[in-house]
């Protein structure tokens, strides 16, 4: 009796919610015209500060980042937002950062708790002048397609203000496969079974089955309807980048929306190229000022011709292999003909191409269609092996590069680009900005995390059973049956989560609207993780010194200068002022008793490279050849902590045609977690897995360039005379 | 069934009843003032009754009852309690993992909701005595004012804080700079890397008052209390549980 008066009050009862307030701010006519006025603010950098930040940051309210967190993971426990606020201010000791939870995993609760948390930062430092570290709220809207055509992938939505007057009232999260994992629990249905197996310490397991549950429990917000109109307490959607701008500007609010793992081919469909992003309706040119080149799910930077998948009109094909590069699906053939008695006969050769179309049948899940597989089996297919930390199953037609080089030519007289300025982040789901400052703790610092044992790996990711001679045929319903976990390839993945990188803003002032301007004129770079100093200018602009972010017209020969120093090596622990104030206890609960800890010696920047991107004139113009890195590579002397390169292009005039430049410093080799990727050579790979096959206590550090890479210059040729 | 079973059902018996001391009934209320039915003794709660005949109506596209919805509800209601008898009786919450996952839930949200509830209510001294204790969450940094003679890394104009001048300058540097009194000038570096700072302002750091930083404070006491509570209870019940680990995972 006592118990089904204690199961109604509490499962019965009914829970309180408290809902978010439409904010009621009027769209200021000159909206657009301020931020048009932001963009050319850009000053030289001289004088100017140089301040260190993640712009891409989870907290459990995230659902995968809830997930992450709990033991079975090899997580800590639940860390609330507000341990971001602390992280910021005494581990990595940023200057600015912003929670960017998925849309999809919020709910007006949790986006409240989102924003009190931001604005509960910025309240000691309200009446200051010189804020010690700054906050921005925001989300990600997590966008995942089954198709290239209907995938736009992520981006990152940030917001100037931290009131709830200059917020909108709720987050905008995608349809489809991101937000039905993060509201559906019928999608994460083996999760529920954890709880009993982990009995009596089930509380995260628990917590995490309620938090998909309760974001589940809000309505879908009506279609047709202005996003300031709308209730308060519905789920508000877009499909697409065009709805998604659309329903930002509706509120009018100062918002910057910053694309992010384009190259990702943990849930980028083969075949996906940036093309169709280009197009007016798909570009907010005011909205999209930046673009994440690097987080610590890799690098998204350089292009490259390789491709996952082929395109013909019978459908897929698999792409014969390169010195360089061999498709998974070329590698999943490869697999089944070594389990072939015969090698070379003929029904070992249909096994082999059976075993190519199962894998690109389910994509993403490829790895599935071989019984028996392991990690290793697949050597480093998919993988971009001459890239500097390349993101897991690199896209290269969704890189940076490729998105800059490429034209849009709906109206051919008027071809379009993406004009964007660069920055990295650490895209951390464990509430700590900035995990780049130092190279440790790999299961608590990056997302490498994994089952703790063999039973737990196989609850989570279903028994792979045994090899077979033939590979295994699935339609989408049939996978739909396997371990949720399984398809996701998290086991392969682990490798490639690394530290993260920063974005370092030029600014005149310690302000948040300094901080915005200078991201609104993409007067910002980004860096692996290292506090690398870099400045990139054009020396002869029409009205002298300009940054790197600016864009003009441009008819002589530019002239360019590039100085950069490198990061302070990192001495052990927490320097003596944070431990006397904060204490030991805190810091080692919060990031493992390790802060930015600076020692006096400047690592050296070894060499600067420049590179050239020609903007893409017509469309049969092979954007292979368009891309040129590096263009210019400058050594830097050694003895000064500074490199100082000046450089000019001669043949900018002769081309005619819109150009971009940047600037990457190359920093001394360093150990780094991760560095190695899967750590293959000669056709064996040793992969360092985030569960019980690699010692946690083993940080996979394999020496790696650190770098920083300038916003480009972008210089237009103008009209032919 | 394996002993860890029968362990696991018999901690959450003993977390159901947790939870009904927690939440229970409080011995001074009228039994009878709120009740729409009683089944087994068991009141069905006006508020609840409530509850679903506005939510019967919500889903009319009149938005409004029909002349037996009222009927309705309270009969379904008494199903309910019927339903959740017989699911007791044949130990649904020791099998059925989602009726586990609610009830410890909510557990975990009553014990964060009371101990927010009892730190809400503290008082001025409660948070004074948090923000004494924790001076580091509520300080504003120093600042420095220098000009910079020589060195190869420019300093930024302004006012800057001691993270700043270090990012130019290197940790020990900065801090002997951050030692300068105003119009005192440091030597700095060695050889042909020499260079000098002068001191041309100082506003030290400070602490921000207690009513400047009242909602800081009252926002850190409340987790601090909050995630306190949780891991206090468990700590308990784990001394009084006896938890016996047999297999190594």
């Known amino acids: ?721 | 069934m394996s002993r860890s079973w029968l362990l696991a059902g018999g901690m959450l018996v003993g977390a159901a009843l947790a939870v009904f001391y927690i939440v229970r009934v409080p011995d001074t209320v009228e039994p009878t003032a709120d009740a729409v039915a009683w089944v087994n003794d068991r009141p069905i709660s006006r508020s609840s009754y409530a509850n679903a005949l506005q939510a019967v109506a919500g889903d009319r596209k009149s938005g409004t009852l029909r002349e037996d919805d009222r009927e309705r509800v309270l009969q379904r209601l008494i199903d309910q309690e019927l339903l959740i008898d017989r699911a007791i009786e044949l130990g649904l919450p020791e099998r059925d993992p989602q009726i586990r996952n609610q009830l410890a839930t909510a557990m975990i949200e009553f014990l964060v909701r009371r101990a927010e509830d009892e730190a809400t209510a503290a008082d001025e001294a409660a948070l004074r005595a948090f923000y004494e204790e924790n001076h580091f969450r509520f300080e504003r940094s120093p600042q420095y004012r220098v000009a910079l003679e020589g060195g190869e890394v420019p300093l930024p104009d302004g006012l800057l804080l001691a993270k700043e001048l270090e990012q130019r300058l290197g940790p020990s540097a900065a801090r002997k700079v951050a030692e300068l009194e105003v119009g005192e000038l440091a030597i700095i570096g060695e050889d042909g890397g020499r260079y000098t700072v002068r001191m041309l302002e100082r506003r030290d750091g400070t602490l921000v008052p207690f009513n400047e930083a009242r909602d800081a404070v009252e926002a850190a006491y409340l987790r601090d209390r909050s995630e306190a509570a949780v891991r206090e209870f468990l700590e308990v019940a784990r001394q009084h549980t006896d938890i016996r680990v047999e297999a190594q995972p």
């Open chain 1, 1 to 721: 009796m006592l118990l089904v008066l204690a199961f109604w009050l509490v499962y019965g009862g009914g829970k309180e919610q408290h809902d978010g307030e439409i904010a009621q701010v009027a769209l200021a006519p000159e909206h657009v015209a301020a931020r048009a006025a932001g963009q050319k603010r850009a000053a030289p950098n001289e004088t100017n500060r140089i301040l260190f930040g993640d712009l891409h940051v989870h907290t459990t309210l995230s659902v995968d980042a809830f997930m992450w967190s709990l033991p079975l993971m090899g997580g800590e426990g639940v860390h609330p937002p507000a341990d971001a606020c602390d992280f910021a201010r005494f581990c990595s000791q940023l200057d600015f950062y912003a929670l960017t939870d998925h849309a999809e995993a919020l709910n007006p609760r949790t986006w409240k708790m989102s924003r009190d948390s931001v604005r509960q930062c910025n309240a000691v430092a309200a009446e200051s002048a010189q804020p010690d570290v700054i906050a921005f709220t925001g989300y990600e809207w997590t966008q995942v397609g089954l198709t290239p055509e209907e995938h736009y992938g992520h981006k990152n939505v940030i917001f100037k203000y931290d009131t709830d007057e200059e917020l909108p009232a709720r987050p905008i999260s995608a349809p489809g496969l991101a937000a039905r994992a993060f509201s559906k629990i019928s999608a994460l249905w083996p999760l529920l079974t954890l709880p009993v197996r982990a009995f009596p310490e089930q509380q995260s397991y628990l917590d995490f089955a309620r938090h998909i549950r309760e974001n589940g429990q809000y309505p879908i917000c009506p279609e047709g309807v202005n996003s300031k109109e709308l209730p308060p307490t519905c789920r508000e959607r877009a499909a697409s980048p065009d709805v998604l701008f659309r329903k930002i500007n509706e509120w009018g609010l100062d918002t910057i929306v910053i694309p992010h793992g384009s190259t990702w081919g943990f849930y980028t469909p083969l075949g996906y190229t940036w093309d169709k992003q280009l197009r007016a309706d798909l570009d907010d040119a005011n909205l999209q000022r930046l673009v994440e080149v690097f987080s610590g799910h890799g690098n998204s930077e350089e292009y490259r011709s390789f491709r996952s998948a082929t395109f013909t009109e019978d459908g897929m094909e698999c792409p014969e292999p390169t010195d360089d590069y061999e498709a998974c699906c070329w590698r999943a053939g490869e697999v089944i003909r070594d389990r072939c008695e015969d090698p070379s006969s003929d029904l070992c050769q249909q096994r082999v191409d059976k075993a190519r179309a199962d894998y690109l049948r389910v994509a993403l899940a490829g790895h599935v269609t071989l019984p028996g597989e392991d990690v290793p089996d697949w050597n480093e297919c998919g993988q971009c092996t001459d890239c500097y930390l390349a993101a897991y199953q690199y896209r290269p037609a969704g890189s940076v590069q490729y998105m800059l080089a490429k034209g849009d030519f709906e109206n051919p007289d008027e071809p379009r680009h993406a004009t964007m300025g660069f920055i990295a982040s650490s895209d951390n789901h464990s509430a700590r900005p900035g995990t780049g400052y130092k190279e440790f703790a790999r299961l608590q610092m990056t997302d490498a995390r994994g089952a703790p044992s063999e039973s737990w790996r196989k609850s989570m990711f279903g028994d792979r059973g045994q090899p077979e001679l033939e590979s295994t045929t699935y339609t989408i319903d049939t996978l739909m049956e396997r371990p949720p976990f399984e398809l996701m390839w998290m086991e392969r993945q682990a490798s490639f989560f690394i530290t993260g990188g920063l974005v370092a803003v030029h600014v005149a002032e310690r302000s948040r609207e300094a901080i915005w301007d200078a991201m609104q004129s993409r007067n910002v770079y980004g860096t692996s993780g290292d506090r690398i100093l870099l400045w990139f200018d054009l020396k002869n602009g029409p009205e002298g010194v300009l940054p790197m972010g600016s864009e003009l017209e441009f008819s002589s020969t530019p002239k360019f200068e590039v100085r950069a120093a490198g990061s302070f090596e990192q001495k052990p622990g927490c320097p003596p002022d944070v431990i006397q104030s904060v204490g030991e206890e805190r810091l080692e609960q919060i990031c493992a008793g390790e802060c930015y800890n600076p020692g006096d010696r400047r690592r050296r920047i070894s060499r600067i490279e420049v590179i050239r991107i020609q903007r893409q004139r017509t469309e049969d113009e092979p954007i292979d050849d368009l891309i040129e890195d590096p263009w210019k590579t400058i050594p830097c002397p050694e003895g000064p902590e500074l490199c100082v390169v000046e450089f000019e292009d001669p043949s900018y005039g002769e081309l005619g045609r819109d150009l971009l430049y940047y600037a990457r410093a190359i920093q001394e080799p360093t150990p780094t977690v991760n560095g190695g990727g899967l750590r293959c050579r000669g056709g064996e790979c040793e992969p360092c897995y985030g569960n019980f096959r690699t010692a946690g206590d083993d940080d996979c550090l394999v020496d790696t360039e650190e770098r920083a890479w300038s916003s480009p210059i972008f210089l237009l040729a103008g009209p032919e005379p």
